[in-house]
């Protein structure tokens, strides 16, 4: 009995991951936010997190983006994708810009794979972009434009936000 007992737990342990002590933040972006989403990590380089960007090997050789995201996903506590005016589209007969399919794509991902909680929407403040008719209603945190100059400073009030909810929800 006592050799039954062990092999079940055993089994049992393999379906059970190990709880994280600090959080996994994935920052999904295009290649044109890159800096905004670096900048982001580097904002967050004294807080108990691991903050991800997608080049910092999400992508392996030999294999497709959605099986990098696909494990990566399976890793992450919280995504924070960054939206930014990357594409211009046309809906309806109306040009508008918008961002790349493939981070509207990633957005999707981690709200399914980890909740609409633990995935945050980052914006530029005062941008019009199309966005999704889904996401309408669902308050992104948005910072204000501006050059190269003095990104940090403005990143940082969105990165005290985003700061309060990692705290809130902590790891999965």
């Known amino acids: 009995m006592c050799v039954e007992l062990s092999r079940r737990l ?10 994280r002590t600090e959080p996994v933040i994935f920052v999904a972006c295009s ?11 580097s ?5 108990p997190f691991v903050v991800e960007i997608w080049v910092d090997g999400v992508f392996a050789a030999s294999s497709t983006p959605i099986e990098g995201l696909t494990a990566l996903i399976g ?28 981070i509207v794509f990633e957005l999707g991902l981690a709200v399914g794979a980890i909740g ?4 945050v929407i980052l914006v530029p403040r005062g941008v019009e972009m199309k966005i999704p ?4 209603g669902v308050r992104p945190i948005d910072y204000p434009m501006g050059d190269a100059e003095g990104i940090t400073a403005r990143l940082r009030p969105a990165c005290t936000e985003i700061r309060k909810i990692v705290e809130r929800l902590g790891p999965i």
């Open 133 to 136: 008719s889904d996401l309408l």
């Open 43 to 47: 904002i967050f380089s004294y807080d």
């Open 75 to 102: 890793k992450i506590d919280f995504a924070v994708v960054v939206l930014s005016r990357d594409d211009k589209t046309e809906s309806r007969s109306k040009e508008n810009f918008s961002p790349r399919d493939n």
């Open 116 to 119: 609409r909680a633990r995935t």
């Open 31 to 41: 290649k044109e936010a890159l800096r905004t989403a670096e900048e982001i990590q």
């Open 10 to 19: 055993t089994e049992r342990n393999r379906l059970i991951k190990a709880p």
